[in-house]
């Protein structure tokens, strides 16, 4: 079974910028549509961005619609998440995420799961 691994989280000042990182081990989703998802202390995950296996069509939520930007690199077998003008309400755990259905949107059209990279945002 496929794991999948994130990297890239941190602490940052608002304004700033991450780059994450979501790898595949023991296996492979470069012909699967991916997305990242994120979850805040006392909150349910929720969407963030999804792209579909060619790269070609992606996702975002309104909240960060214009700031972050989903990638992926088909030979590196790897799915990218920079996030710009970071805000303090972007702090969360953040998630890859393998998708198995046909909603980029809807967590449960999501399988294999990432352990998550915490992203902290500061005012």
């Known amino acids: 079974q496929v794991q999948l691994v994130e990297s890239g989280g941190g602490l940052v000042q608002a304004g700033g910028s991450l780059r994450l990182s979501c790898a595949a081990s023991?296996?492979?989703?470069?012909?699967?549509?991916m997305g990242w998802f994120r979850q805040a202390p006392g909150k349910e995950r929720e969407f963030v961005a999804a792209v579909n296996w060619s790269g070609n069509s992606t996702y975002y939520a309104d909240s960060v619609k214009g700031r972050f930007t989903i990638s992926r690199e088909i030979a590196k077998d790897s799915v990218s998440l920079q996030m710009n003008n970071l805000k303090p309400e972007d702090t969360a755990v953040y998630y890859c995420?393998?998708?198995?259905?046909?909603?980029?949107?809807?967590?449960?059209?999501?399988?294999?799961w990432g352990q998550g990279t915490q992203v902290t945002v500061s005012s």
């Open positions: 995420a393998r998708r198995a259905g046909f909603k980029p949107y809807l967590l449960s059209d999501y399988g294999d």
């Open positions: 023991g296996g492979t989703f470069s012909r699967y549509a």
